[in-house]
């Protein structure tokens, strides 16, 4: 029985691409005989990583094992495809968008003064030469969130020309009292928040905090 000559060319040409055999003449389909526009040949397999005799190529090996496109183009010299191979492009890792802070407290600032202000139980606030502006409450006038703040936080502050957002930036204890300006010194900010320690032994809180515009990129902020 004879053997159509177009799967005999199938069978030789993908071992001439893939295998390192050279397809002869005689196993070749005449371009003339095939429809016009079309070349003959078979379709592009994958690569194969192994060798007449069983003998592994290492290059085809790792072309196998890595993602690729494979594409089929015409050899001018003798009209048969020629496979080639094209890494696929890596794809970057896309960074998160940084997200800004959010105020964990909310400072409602209704009055200037010391203690008069403070005994009635509301948020003053007390220009008395430190450093900064100095906002407090006695602690059971909800003074107390002073007492639990911490660096990189963030307090929302209304009042008394003090509005805007403010990023708490280190701590400091003094005594009911003591002066002022000898109290804050070596510190720095843009504002104070004062309140007592429910042990009146240990005095009371001085944090310092500074402004802060939540509208730019956290980067600024930190």
């Not at 008394?160 to 990023?167: A, F, I, N």
């Given at each position: 029985?004879?053997v159509?000559?177009l799967v005999?060319?199938?069978a030789?040409l993908?071992?001439?691409?893939w295998g390192?055999?050279t397809a002869?003449?005689s196993a070749?389909?005449d371009?003339?005989?095939?429809?016009?526009?079309?070349?003959a040949?078979?379709?592009?397999?994958a690569?194969?990583?192994?060798?007449a005799g069983?003998?592994t190529?290492?290059?085809?090996?790792?072309a196998?094992?890595?993602?690729?496109?494979v594409s089929a183009?015409?050899?001018p010299?003798?009209?048969?495809p020629?496979?080639?191979?094209?890494?696929?492009?890596?794809?970057?890792?896309?960074?998160?968008t940084?997200?800004?802070?959010?105020?964990l407290?909310?400072?409602?600032?209704?009055?200037?003064?010391?203690?008069?202000?403070?005994?009635a139980?509301?948020?003053?606030?007390?220009?008395?030469?430190?450093?900064?502006?100095?906002?407090?409450?006695?602690?059971?006038?909800?003074?107390?969130?002073v007492?639990d703040m911490t660096?990189?936080?963030?307090v929302?502050?209304?009042g008394?020309?003090?509005?805007?957002?403010?990023?708490i930036t280190?701590s400091?204890?003094a005594?009911a009292g003591?002066?002022?300006a000898?109290?804050?010194a070596?510190l720095s900010?843009d504002?104070?928040f004062?309140?007592?320690?429910?042990?009146?032994?240990?005095?009371?809180?001085l944090?310092?905090?500074?402004k802060?515009?939540?509208s730019?990129?956290?980067?600024v902020?930190g």
């Open positions: 029985m004879r159509p000559l005999l060319a199938s030789a993908a071992a001439g691409i390192g055999i002869t003449p070749r389909v371009a003339a005989t095939q429809p016009t526009g079309r070349v040949g078979p379709a592009v397999a690569p194969v990583a192994q060798l069983g003998a190529d290492p290059a085809a090996a790792q196998a094992a890595s993602p690729a496109v183009a015409i050899d010299a003798d009209g048969q020629i496979a080639s191979i094209s890494p696929v492009p890596a794809v970057p890792p896309q960074a998160a940084p997200v800004a802070p959010t105020p407290y909310s400072i409602s600032v209704t009055a200037r003064g010391h203690q008069t202000e403070l005994d139980c509301q948020w003053v606030r007390m220009d008395v030469g430190a450093i900064a502006p100095i906002v407090g409450a006695h602690n059971f006038c909800h003074g107390d969130i007492l660096m990189g936080e963030i929302s502050v209304t008394t020309d003090l509005d805007g957002d403010y990023q280190g400091r204890d005594r003591e002066d002022a000898r109290a804050t070596g900010g504002l104070l004062q309140t007592c320690y429910w042990d009146d032994a240990r005095g009371l809180r944090v310092t905090a500074v802060v515009d939540l730019l990129p956290p980067s902020v």
